[in-house]
Structure formats: C-alpha cells, structure tokens
C-alpha cells in the first residue's frame, strides 16, 4: 500500500540514536564567500542528533528523522532536484518561497511551515500539511552547528580576518512598501523578549571568545529602532560587548538628532537606510536628507535599479546621472545596488509578473537584471550596475568629503569580486555574439 501524505505522522521520540538524525539544510546551498549566518539554525532544536549540512549533499534516509530544510526563492531548483532523491514523508521545509507559494512544495515535503518558527516540534505537531510556524522563544539559535568565523559582512574599514558576529532581535515589519518581501514573512513587527537577546548576546561573547577579539555585530533586524524598546536592547547589546562596533538597518522616518545621539554613544558605527528607486517617493524617506545630514556614523545606502526602466542608453544614463547626483549630496560611506526582485504578495508583484518565469527564480539574487530577455543587454545592465558605483566610490567627492576607498578592506574586495563576475560574464557573451 503507497503512503499518502495524510498516513505521515510525526514520532518524537525514536530508540536508536543512529537513526534519528536531524539534519538542517539551506537551499540555495550556503556560499561561503558571502558569509551570511543560515537562518535555519533558528529553527534547528536542541539536542546532540541535530546537525547542520553546508554542502546539500544526499543522506542515508534511514538514518534520518527529519530533514530541515530553508527553501529561498533562488534554490527552489536545487531543493527540488535534493528532494527527489530522499523520502519526502521526512522533509519539512519553511522559509521565504514556502511561506509565499506553500502549494508548489506539496508534491516535496510533508509539512510546510509558513510564516517565522524557533519551535519546529509544536510546528509541526500541528495538523495538515501547511501549518504555520509556532515562535516560543525558548532556546537560542544552534550557533554550536557552523563554525561562526565563517561570519562575514562587507563593512567599510572592516578587515576580511576580523571577527564579525550577528543577532536578530525583532523579525517582520508592518510597513508596506511595494518591493519588500519582509512583510510576507510577517507584517507584524514581532520583537524576541529581552531576557532572551541578552542570553543570546552573551553566548556569542563567550563562543566568540575562543577565537580572539569580536569586533564588529550586524544587527539583523529590518528595522532596529523601529522597536519601542529598542533604546534598552541597545544598551544591553553594548554593555556586554562594549568594544564591538554596531551596524544596523533603520528607516529614516524612525531617526531624529535624539536617538541618532543615543545610537553614536552606544557604540553604532554604520546603518543602513534604503535609498530604494530614486524614482519613487517613499514615506519612510520622507526625512532622508535630514536625518543623513545629522549621522556622524557611517551611512550605507541600498539602492534598487528596475531594469526595465533603463532600457536604452539615454535611459540608463538619465538614471545613473541621478543616482550620482543623490549620491554626492548624500554622501554615503556605503552602497549596494540591487535590481529589483519583484516577490509575489507585494504590491510590484500584479505589475511584473508577467515578465516572470520559474526559470527566472534562480537568479532572485539581486545582482541579476534577469527580467530583460536579451542576454547582452542584460550581462550589460549588470555591469554597469557595479560601473556606476565604482565611479562614486573613485570620485574626488569620495576621497575627499567621504573616505578612502582604497584600503584593503571587505568593502575594496567585494567590489573587486564584483568585477570579476561583472566582465567576465559580459566580455563572454559580447565576443559570442553572432
Ligand atoms: S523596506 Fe523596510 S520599512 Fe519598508 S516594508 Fe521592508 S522592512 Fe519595512
């Protein structure tokens, strides 16, 4: 007789140790380069049968539990590929793309978390195939799974071999702005209760420890301040490293001479404010300007290219001489483009997806303008994408209002790993051309 999903039930407790392995993994499979800690090992339980897979290789099913796996829209592909080689009735999966298209994984898992979960065992003690994820708050991420000097993030000055930690204090954001998938996840802010951020605070000391001095903790938040308490979870967050230097995301609406005083004295040395499209006006940059004015921390400005608006030179260049001109007058230490992404269940979504195809879903990754069909055009959009910032960051307003960006630090190398990507990709398909 064949199993149907609606026979899979779940067994906490199995007798033989060997064959209750939990195991979690990431798809798309996690790139060391970038160094972003899994966000699975939230979800991962206590317990010495739990593991953390960094390559997606293929297990033995019957010495396997579960398989806990955290699906984002650009590993789709590898996660269906993995699946078929295992036995569905022990995958669970949750994440991003599950949480907004939980039907297409009903044919790859058995249960389907939808939403943020820290407690996978009243999860998916829950009935039906999609359950939403249950967050108790009751144990702290499995940091003992990876290796956290493996932690990486590009921070202006920051050296590739110093020590860089992270923590996540609040998840989900109630704003609607029409590109961003936080809300998705959750569109309520749900902040983690004090006590266990400072618990958590303090593990990463000590296991940081072992390995010499932390110097930088991100923050993870969407938007930090945007917390009542956000000033005590500061405080907290510095009293325990008080030489660790601090970078966060904010909203500008969030920010004024008062808290930006607060955030310089409590050790914050870099935030992040979306600059998002320049050609759009958004109510939580109603005070962008001002607010950049008055930090005399570093400013790191994202920014979002919509390809489809740069079509043709005099386009592009139109946008890219805007963008510099905001640019020089915001005069940010830190930039990042990103072309748009549009996710389903954000307001872009009606107006894009036509242009859409689950071909499309491996390059969710930012950095391709993968809605232009051309290949040339769109090797072309991507490298001047990277072009357009090298040029910000070699002006003379640069060097001589901002900082030096030649330095060999993680910023300096990132972009020279941009580069690299950027022209080879492009050079290939412009000398393939018929
Ligand atoms: S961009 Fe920031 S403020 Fe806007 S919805 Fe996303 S997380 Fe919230």
């Known amino acids: 007789m064949s199993l149907t999903w609606k026979d899979v039930t779940f067994n906490y407790i199995l007798p033989d140790q060997k064959k209750d392995r939990i195991i979690g993994l990431s798809f798309p499979e996690n790139d060391l380069n970038l160094g ?27 010495d396997v539990r579960y398989y806990l796996c955290s699906v984002y829209i650009a590993g789709m592909d590898e996660f269906k590929a993995w699946a078929n080689r295992h036995d569905k009735t022990k995958i669970i999966v949750g994440g991003y793309h599950p949480t907004t298209f939980p039907e297409e994984f009903k044919r790859y898992a058995a249960k389907i978390v939808v939403g943020p979960c820290d407690d996978i065992y009243a999860t998916i003690a829950q009935s039906g195939q999609i359950v939403h994820g249950v967050t108790s708050y009751n144990h702290l991420p499995r940091y003992d ?30 704003f609607r702005c029409d590109f961003c998938c936080t809300p998705i996840m959750s569109n309520k802010l749900i902040s983690k209760p004090l006590d266990l951020v400072t618990r958590e605070i303090k593990f990463l000391h000590e296991t940081y420890a072992k390995y010499g001095d932390l110097k930088y903790i991100f923050i993870r938040d969407e938007n930090f301040p945007l917390q009542k308490d956000w000033k005590e979870r500061l405080a907290a967050i510095s009293a325990e490293l008080p030489k660790v ?59 979002i290219v919509d390809p489809l608006e740069i079509i043709g030179q005099e386009k592009g260049k139109e946008f890219y001489e805007l963008l510099l001109t905001r640019l020089y007058t915001l005069k940010p230490e830190m930039i990042c483009g990103n072309f748009l992404m549009p996710f389903r269940g954000t307001k872009l979504w009606d107006k894009y997806y036509a242009y859409i195809s689950e071909d499309d879903y491996k390059f969710y990754n930012s950095k391709s303008a993968f809605m232009i069909r051309n290949k040339v055009v769109r090797a072309k959009m991507e490298f001047f994408m990277w072009y357009y910032q090298m040029v910000y960051y070699n002006s003379s307003v640069y060097k001589h209002e901002v900082r030096n960006f030649n330095v060999d630090d993680t910023l300096a190398q990132r972009f020279d790993e941009l580069k690299k990507m950027f022209t080879d990709r492009y050079n290939i398909l412009w000398n393939k051309r018929g």
């Not at 972003?36 to 939230?42: C, Q």
């Not at 601090?246 to 600059?275: P, Q, R, W």
């Not at 005070?287 to 930090?295: A, E, G, P, S």
């Open 245 to 303: 230097k601090i970078y966060l995301f904010a909203s500008a609406n969030t920010l004024d001479v008062e808290s930006i005083k607060y955030m310089a004295k409590h050790n914050v040395y870099m935030i992040c404010l979306g600059l998002e499209n320049i050609n759009k006006e958004y109510k939580k940059n109603e005070n962008l300007d001002n607010v950049i004015k008055l930090l005399k921390i570093y400013t790191y400005l994202s920014f």
């Open 36 to 62: 972003l800690e899994p966000s699975i090992l939230t979800v991962l339980p206590d317990g010495d049968n739990v593991e953390y897979s960094l390559k997606n290789i293929d297990f033995p099913d019957d």
């Open 145 to 174: 799974l990876y290796d956290v000097r493996w932690n990486q993030q590009v921070i202006p000055d920051k050296l590739k071999e110093e020590l860089c930690t992270s923590i996540s204090t609040s998840q989900g954001c109630p």
